[in-house]
C-alpha cells in the first residue's frame, strides 16, 4: 500500500500503466478525466494547488509519478525513456482508469511529453493544456544537434546531461543544492555562483547557479522537504533519461513531421521563464498555431516564471477553469 498523502483529500494508489507500476495522486469521484503530467525535476506534488481545485470542478483527476520519478517504476535503460514510451505511459493511466479520452496537461518535461502524446495518439485525448514549454511542430534539426551547434564547448544543461552518470550523481550527492537553486523565481537574490567559467562542463551545474538566499514565497520549508525526500528515495537517474532521448526521439518520429493537433488546446507561462527566451505572447501565438489548429489561448503571466502553476495558483486554476469550461 502507499505511503498517505502529504495533501489532505488527495489519495494515492498504484497502477498498471504501460508494463509499469506508477503511483497516481487521485482527487474527484467522477466527471472527465484529467491526466496531469509534471516536468523535471519534479512530482506530482507540482500539481497539489490545481489537484483539489479541478476536482472541486468536476474533474476526476489523475496525477502520476512519471516514469523514474517518486514511487514509478524506474527503468534502467536509457532508451526506456523514449517519446513513445512516455506517451504509452500516458494512454495507459487513461486505459487503467476505465475511459476513452482524458484531458491532458503537462508542465514543462510533461508539456514535451503532452505535446506529443496527443500527436502520436490523438483519439485518445480531448483537450490540452501546456504550461511553460511552447511547440510549433517537429523541428527539421533534430534539437540536440541544434544545441550542439549553438553552445559548441560552452555550459549548457541539457548537454551536461547527455553523458550517462555524471549529473544524476552529482544531483543525488546535493537533492538540496539543486532543487533550491532551480525552484526560484526569476528575480530570486542570490549569492555569486562558485563557477563562473562558461566554457565546459567540469565542475557540474549546482556550483554554476548562484545560492539562493531564501525559498521563494510560493515554496514553503514542507514543500522543499516534500519535494527533496522525493529524490532521495527515487535518485536523478530516471529524470535525467529523458534528456538522454532528445536525439532518439527525433529520429523515431518522422510522421509526425507536418502533423497538426485538432483538438482545443491552451498554452500558459510565465514572462520571466527562461524557456520562452523573451518571446512575446503573439510571437508564442503565432508560432504554436502553426501545429494546434484548435489554439483558445495563449496566457503569459507577467511577474512569473518557469514554475508557473506553483508560483500563480490561483491564476492558472482560474485560466485553466475558463479553457475547460469552454470545451464541455
Do not use: C
Not at 114 to 120: P, R
Amino acid at each position: 500500500m502507499p505511503q498517505p498523502s502529504p495533501v489532505p483529500g488527495v489519495n494515492f494508489s498504484f497502477i498498471a500503466s504501460n508494463g509499469i507500476r506508477m503511483r497516481v495522486a487521485t482527487a474527484g469521484a467522477a466527471g472527465p478525466l484529467v491526466v496531469m503530467a509534471h516536468g523535471w525535476p519534479e512530482s506530482w506534488y507540482s500539481w497539489r494547488h490545481q489537484i483539489l481545485a479541478l476536482a472541486a470542478a468536476g474533474y476526476r483527476v489523475v496525477a502520476p509519478d512519471m516514469r523514474g520519478y517518486g514511487e514509478t517504476d524506474a527503468p534502467q535503460d536509457i532508451d526506456a525513456y523514449n517519446i513513445r514510451e512516455l506517451a504509452a505511459d500516458m494512454v495507459g493511466i487513461v486505459d487503467a482508469f476505465g475511459e476513452k479520452q482524458a484531458i491532458l496537461m503537462g508542465h514543462d518535461w510533461g508539456a514535451i511529453v503532452a505535446w506529443n502524446t496527443v500527436l502520436l495518439h490523438p483519439d485518445r485525448f480531448s483537450a490540452l493544456i501546456a504550461l511553460s514549454v511552447p511547440f510549433s511542430g517537429r523541428p527539421s534539426m533534430s534539437p540536440l544537434e541544434f544545441w550542439k551547434k549553438r553552445f559548441g564547448d560552452r555550459f549548457f544543461y541539457i548537454l551536461y546531461h547527455q553523458q550517462p552518470g555524471v549529473a544524476e550523481k552529482e544531483y543525488d550527492a546535493d537533492p538540496y543544492g539543486i532543487l533550491s537553486r532551480l525552484y526560484q523565481s526569476p528575480d530570486a537574490p542570490r549569492e555569486e555562483p562558485e563557477i563562473t567559467d562558461r566554457s565546459h562542463h567540469e565542475g557540474g551545474w549546482i556550483k554554476r547557479l548562484g545560492k539562493p538566499k531564501s525559498l521563494p514565497t510560493w515554496l514553503n520549508k514542507e514543500d522543499m522537504d516534500y519535494f527533496v525526500a522525493q529524490f532521495k528515495k527515487a535518485g536523478f537517474q530516471g529524470g535525467v533519461n529523458y534528456y538522454r532521448n532528445f536525439q532518439r526521439n527525433w529520429d523515431m518520429t518522422p510522421e509526425l513531421t507536418g502533423a497538426s493537433i485538432n483538438i482545443p488546446v491552451l498554452f500558459i507561462a510565465g514572462e520571466g521563464d527562461s524557456v520562452l527566451a523573451g518571446a512575446r505572447q503573439e510571437q508564442l501565438e503565432a508560432g504554436i498555431s502553426k501545429v494546434a489548429k484548435d489554439l483558445r489561448g495563449v496566457i503569459v503571466f507577467p511577474d512569473a516564471g518557469h514554475w508557473i502553476q506553483q508560483e500563480l495558483p490561483e491564476a492558472t486554476n482560474a485560466a485553466v477553469l475558463t479553457f475547460l469550461s469552454s470545451i464541455k
